[in-house]
């Protein structure tokens, strides 16, 4: 898998697995594909601080409807980034929805009362490879 993502801060009752996908370049990305991502996460994440984006409600997404997601904002920040790297996109779904990936969708998420209401976005970073936690090149925003 490779994909340039943004992470949320640790926010409960969200999974450690959470994550906004900036674009997904496919499987297996070629080495000139991983080398434009890496530029552009790396430039974003020294010359860019940390960003708040407002949670919006739940969906479920995926070909069988069924990969919960938490709806988010169209921050400034979402769409520069998405524009920069949307040309690498290998994506069968052609309209990029602002969404956070978050398996499993407990009763604390789905209840309007306990979900975030915010997400701060404080970390990108690039994966590239069968295991994204082996292969991950990680940046903190603004740093």
Do not use: C
């Amino acid at each position: 898998m490779t994909a340039l993502v943004l992470i949320p801060a640790y926010t409960p009752p969200l999974p450690e697995e959470r994550h906004l996908t900036l674009v997904w370049a496919g499987d297996q990305a070629d080495s000139s594909v991983l080398a434009a991502l890496a530029i552009v996460g790396g430039s974003w994440a020294r010359t860019n601080g940390a960003f708040v984006t407002k949670v919006m409600g739940t969906a479920l997404f995926g070909e069988n409807q069924n990969e919960p997601v938490l709806l988010v904002e169209l921050t400034p920040e979402i769409a520069l980034l998405r524009a920069a790297v949307q040309q690498y996109s290998k994506s069968e779904y052609q309209e990029f929805r602002p969404h956070v990936a978050i398996p499993g969708l407990t009763s604390k998420v789905r209840n309007p009362r306990t979900r975030p209401k915010h997400l701060y976005f404080n970390q990108m970073a690039l994966w590239a490879g069968a295991n994204h936690k082996e292969s991950e090149t990680l940046w903190w925003l603004g740093a």
